[in-house]
């Protein structure tokens, strides 16, 4: 039975994902390990995102804060306002957030980057020069990615709350002590341990879609630009799924 | 005419000459695109051999055959006594340190300085090397390309004939013994065209190298080929010296010599 | 060169930040739940632990000093809770201590509350029990007014009967020469009717109530906890308690008025004139009847309350709709 044609594009991409996933699991784990320029591109990755990704924290726990105040003042319990805004940052905001903006920017520079390493043959250039490009660019970019991800949600948490913190300050006045004190009374390790394991997710999906993407590009400099927005479309995407997976596996493990 | 060649050569020099290149009956497809149909080729020690063609005709498809960047669907490729298609990946890099490869797009890591360019394979190949060692490497082949100035800067910093000259420094720096040139001259201007195929021709004779080129620029074939192959429909249609394939009545042939 | 290693050492204070941020979030977070600190355990004993859970906290006199280590099942009428305390109370707490449920804020998670003793006993040690009180439960307060409702049903029902029964008598009229008696008596009559009806109307309001709380409808099972409501609720008990009392009182009266008017009637005697005659016992009766009305009256001021109640008005809204849908 013919399928329609973007019905088969999709499947034939999702198994050809699948497939690079695989190639990933298969490649990373053997020798040799390209460990220098792993570190390159956890410095590229990691390190250069986190002034982007502490300034949107900032705002979002700012803006969060001022949004959800009005609310909990008409229930008289303005107090509860750290407590509401350390769960929210912590469970959710935090890792989702930090995680699209990382696919907005880390995806969509992987994604650009080897798409036109591969339009300008610099892939099948690595590739004389003695080097799997695979584990040289993919393996690097991905585990990169994976590893950045939580350590960047970890340090926009601390900055969105320190945005809340002024937030609260802004209308009324609480201690930097009494915010944090309340803050970490309402969390417990099941709020925290689930968001960070689900960060790791999000990050290996951002840099495995960006790396499919950019490697599969197709000739010409429109191939480049188009992998680099549908790298950016899919993992953001796959972000939300991940999400929907990780709410449903911790309720079933009754994290909740 | 092959035979013939091989005849001819030998009453020349007096010596078997030595094929450091060898493609036997090689097939490629790209699903009902047939490339490349039985094509033969061979390439003696110390000899620059053109494939000339249209654009499309296969020439990529050839040279990239050759160093197992493309895997052909049916012949042999023997490349300095190995056979590309029986090797595990270990010692086709080991051939592949051998065979210098200079891309059509020069294919310059575009976030490495022309420094690290350089280095790159010769940290991958060469590991054994000390920094001082890798740094005089560089130097030396720069020098030689004429860009020794250019070490530190970025390759979007430079011209188009610069890149060609430190994509050919990144292919000489190992010291191959066959150089494959994908279409040198395309998309420089004339002048630099021809500065480049005369620096092709110097680097020959300096490094002791033998060559494939393919390309479909009459000019830096002239100046640079010993041996012309036609590739046409897929085969070896005619071959010979410039010379000899301008004084071709075929009609085919004729084509690229208006 | 020298730049990637000092890339290194960027993306190095990069990654030690976030270590120590998550370092101190989890420290921060296992604090309350005594991860990190010694600590040692007492235990407590109680029929109903409401809910309760591992986890929950633990006050001395308001102050946190543990957690809710496990909850176990000891028989069907006995459960035993765990919970660890900071070491440091160790010269605080005495084995006298009562501890008591009770909610954290207005519908907050459940903690326990150990109040101190007033005469210290000897210190508590590692694995003692401690005196549970008794806390009372929404579910108890419910039985009572259920009780109260039921009774107060069945003197309405009394009361309708010796009414009916009063009404239908013709005979019993007619014995009665005098004008005024039979009119008093009517009037009596309309005004018990008028209390059994408002007693009617009541007990169902109250059914409704009970029923969705028992169904855990809406934020009223929650808010029946809070301190403030629950006083007023059991004020209304009290008060129906009370109209109860009255209710009984008089439907005693009333019966054995029924009773020697039944008598005199059947038999054909004249004390039952001469009893209908004598305005005292019909200005008792009127008083009685007062009395109930008054009752009634307070308890509906007591509802009228609840419904202004700003957490029930939502509720009550509801309620008034659904009856008005139903008219319609």
Redesign the interface.
Known sequence: MPLPQLWRRFLSETGEMSRFTGRFFVQGFKPRYEFSELLHQCFIIGYKSLPLVGLTGFIMGLVLTMQLRPSLVSYGVESELPMMVGIAVVREIGPVITALIFAGKIGSSIGAELGSMKVTEQIDAMEVSGTNPFKYLVVTRVLAATLMLPVLVILSDAISLFGSFIGVNIRGVTSFNLFFKQVFDALSFEDFIPAFIKSYFFGFAVGIVGCFKGFNSSKGTEGVGRSANSAVVVSSVLIFILDLLAVQVTDILGLN | MQAVFTIERKAETGVEPEDVLTIKNLYKSFGSNHVLIDFNLELYKGENVAVLGKSGSGKSVLI?CI?G?LTPDQGTINVLGHNIGELN?HEL?EI??K?G?L?????????MTVRENLE??LR??WIKLTTAERTGKVKEVLNNVGLAHTIDMMPAELSGGMRKRIALARTLILDPEIILYDEPTTGLDPITGKGISILIKEMGEKYNTSALLISHDMKCIRMTADRIIMLIDGKCYAQGTYEELKKNNDEKVKQFFE | MAKKSINNIKLGIFVLAGLVVIIFALYMIGRDTNMFGSNYTLKVRFENVQGLTSGNNVRYAGIQVGTVKRVKILSDTLIEVSMLIDTKMKKYIHKTDVVSMSTDGLMGNRILNITPAKDGYSLAENGDVLIAKRSISTDDMLETLDKTNRNIKDVSEELKMTFLRINSSSAFWKLLSDETLPNNLRASAVSIRHAAVNADKMIADIHLIINDVKAGKGSLGAILTDTAISYNLNEAVVKIQQVGDHADELAKQLTSIAETIKQDVNTGKGPAHAILKDSSIVMNLNNSLSNIEKGTASFNQVMEALKHNFLLRGYFRKLEKKQKEEQQ
Not at chain 2, 103 to 111: E, G, V
Request: aromatic share 18%; proline share 5%; net charge positive.
């Open positions: 990239k160093i960047l990946i890099d592949r340190t065979v490869f891309f059509q797009s020069n294919a310059l890591y575009d976030s790159f394979p991958r190949h």
